[in-house]
């Protein structure tokens, strides 16, 4: 069993910056893949970026290529995503996830995928995201 626990969200203003972080804990050398997720109420949860244990291998969906940045700490289990040039829409509830069979293609595919979300099995409590105009 992995545990996941997200944090560092906030309010800012479009084009500013927030730096979200994920600690993880229990069996954290079975993951092989770490993601963060977002979710606006109402609708689905959205794949945003994803990193993959086995090579760092990094994946971003279109709408955050360029502005936002992730990585992980293997030291301290801790995965990471900078979020630069926000913009209103990018205004959701944040959540880390992390997988113990997607191998690294399947890691960064797999938040482009509307199922996405299933095929991921540890999950953080989200944290929220607030950019205002």
């Not at 997200?6 to 979200?20: E, H, I, K, N, P």
């Not at 936002?68 to 040039?85: G, V, Y």
């Not at 990018?90 to 996405?116: E, Q």
Request: charged share 15%; hydrophobic share 30%.
């Amino acid at each position: 069993q992995v545990q996941l626990v997200d944090g560092g969200g906030g309010s800012v203003q479009a084009g500013g910056s927030l730096r979200l972080s994920c600690a993880a804990s229990g069996n954290t050398d079975s993951i092989y893949c770490s993601a963060w997720f977002r979710q606006v109420a109402g609708k689905g949860r959205e794949g945003v970026a994803a990193i993959s244990t086995a090579n760092e291998r990094t994946g971003y969906v279109d709408s955050v290529k360029g502005r936002f940045t992730i990585s992980r700490d293997s030291t301290k289990n801790t995965l990471t995503l900078i979020m630069n040039n926000l913009r209103p829409e990018d205004t959701a509830t944040y959540y880390c996830a992390a997988d113990h069979t997607l191998g690294p293609t399947a890691c960064v595919t797999a938040i482009s995928l509307h199922d996405g979300p299933e095929m991921y099995t540890y999950w953080g409590q989200g944290t929220e995201v607030t950019v205002s105009p």
